[in-house]
Nanobody, 127 residues
Framework: QVPLVESGGGLVQAGGSLRLSCAASEETFNTYAMGWFRQAPGKEREIVAAISWTGGNTYYSDSVKARFTISRDNAKITVYLQMNSLKPEDTAVYYC????????????????????WGQGTRVTVSS
């Protein structure tokens, strides 16, 4: 069983919005910090946003700050990424990831910190 399943990607014009969803398969994920990463062609995977297991702490990369919002609904075991004011440079495959509690951090920024990954959802922003 795939532990994380993303949805919501697609093609959108610059300035538009999309909401990505990441549904987890088990309630255990409600105790995990979650993150959204993206990978554009020819580039390394980079952190976009991260959220603590309670939802009370969040992180955004400078490139998406004030445009993207990460949130989670633990009742639905789902994490969201609301993306507004999209730019062509946001074009990438977006991945959600889950990190088991470790080192006392409330969220994690590096791919190696995460234990579970979704299959990715493609976002294309046209100019």
């Amino acid at each position: 069983q795939v532990p994380l399943v993303e949805s919501g990607g697609g093609l959108v014009q610059a300035g538009g919005s999309l909401r990505l969803s990441c549904a987890a398969s088990e309630e255990t994920f409600n105790t995990y910090a979650m993150g959204w990463f993206r990978q554009a062609p020819g580039k390394e995977r980079e952190i976009v946003a991260a959220i603590s297991w309670t939802g009370g702490n969040t992180y955004y990369s400078d490139s998406v700050k004030a445009r993207f919002t990460i949130s989670r609904d633990n009742a639905k075991i789902t994490v969201y990424l609301q993306m507004n004011s999209l730019k062509p440079e946001d074009t990438a495959v977006y991945y959600c990831a889950a990190a088991r509690p470790n080192s006392g951090s409330v969220y994690y920024l590096l791919p190696d910190d995460y234990n579970y990954w979704g299959q990715g959802t493609r976002v294309t922003v046209s100019s």
